[in-house]
């Protein structure tokens, strides 16, 4: 056990001294973040997902009530069966643009197709200029009227923009608002991937008609709509995770306490986001998956020494007292560093990205509070399976022909061939990395 004077020594008397009044300090806790993680709502925002502090997108925006945001959605009806001058497609386009109009958080004055009046032809004649709108105000559905639409697509530049260079589809173009047009708040985003769904697709999409939709709105729907799917990767994670560590602790107890330990440093860090005005954005939904994985990480190492002390004193408080003692310091170091490292993302001035390292931050806060506390008090309550505390012990069951491989590299000789391996990996790294195109690099959305 480490010299009494420590700081580290101070603490865990303190701490072992007074176990029940840790664990239930933690419950509360734990019961207070878990109330906030209830609330804790999906939050996607077009305005997240771009650099608004540059000098450009400042710009933009501030121009973008005269001449029209980024955030954009795109609804693209092709005809299968023909091209479009026909009655049904005519209807359904007429139609499209008109619901598109009357969806919430759609601004009705930028929505555009070749039936806005604000899409007009405009050409030479005999007696100076002339022009109307591509669809004529006294429109029958007629082939004769049909051939008029048709020249006036062409004249009005259209074509290859509205409608498609061989006339078989046709685009309704609208800009999203930033907030609710009826409270002035934030705009429900999921709630306009919904409508558009189902008031424009659904509805729309038959007669040998389909609807195509593109923008952030209907990303973030699709995004949502795989929730399930994101669950069920993260049910097996646990699932996979629980097999692995319970293969390396053989014992259940020990298992369930450091998966139980990595649940509650998710519970914290949800209810943590929402304290702070957080809301779970789908693009920062890998932070769950990733604090996770750190705070099974953290426990394991926990529970190893753990493990090694009992084996040498044969009493579940003593040892988890003398591990956590020895584990402090280079524990609150290694989550310290996991925070700088999140912190250094802070620098893209991207706000989902900023979001996505302020919540690792909240995570790898939580993973240091309940491993390097609760986690020790709580192992000092467990009985350990004495097969599995002498097979990590001896180290005639520890040390196989490849983990004696893997020793070599802890020898000085071992060493100087693992840094020049780092070296030459690094130049290679730095030399391909020189290649690596920047944007998307594929259609549709990454």
Known sequence: MTSP???????????????????????AATAVMVFFASRLELDAAFTKMIPTRHPYIETFLKHAPDFGGGNRVVVAVINNQ???????????LKNITE?????????????????????????????????STVIPPEFEPTPDQFQIVQENIIKSGQLGLLVSKDFRAALVTAEVTAQDPDTGGKLDTYAVARD?????????EKNGLTVHILGFPKLIGEIKDKGKMGVAFFLLTILLTTAVVYAYTRSRSLTFTALGCALLSLSWLLGSMKMVGFGLDPMSVVIVFLVFAIAVSHAIQKINSFRLEWAQNQDAR????????KLFAPGMIALATDNIGFSTILFIPIPVVREIALSANLGAVSIALINLFLLPVLLSYLPARWSAVVR????HHSHSPLWNFW???????????TLWLTLVTLAVALWIGKGVPIGDTHPGAP
């Open 318 to 325: 003593v040892a988890s007292q003398a591990s956590f003692e």
């Open 392 to 395: 990590q012990a001896n180290p």
């Open 196 to 204: 558009l769904e189902e008031r424009v697709r659904v509805p729309f």
């Open 99 to 131: 619901e598109l109009m009357s969806i919430r958080g759609i601004d009705p004055s930028r929505v555009k197709s070749i039936f806005s009046p604000g899409v007009r032809y405009v050409e030479i004649v005999d007696d100076g200029f002339e022009g």
């Open 407 to 417: 020793d070599s590299f802890s020898t000085p000789r071992g060493a100087r061939v």
């Open 82 to 92: 023909g091209d479009i001058f026909n009655p049904d497609f005519f209807d359904t």
């Open 5 to 27: 004077t420590t700081f580290s020594h101070r603490l865990g008397a303190f701490l072992f001294s007074h176990r029940p009044k840790v664990i239930g300090g933690f419950l």
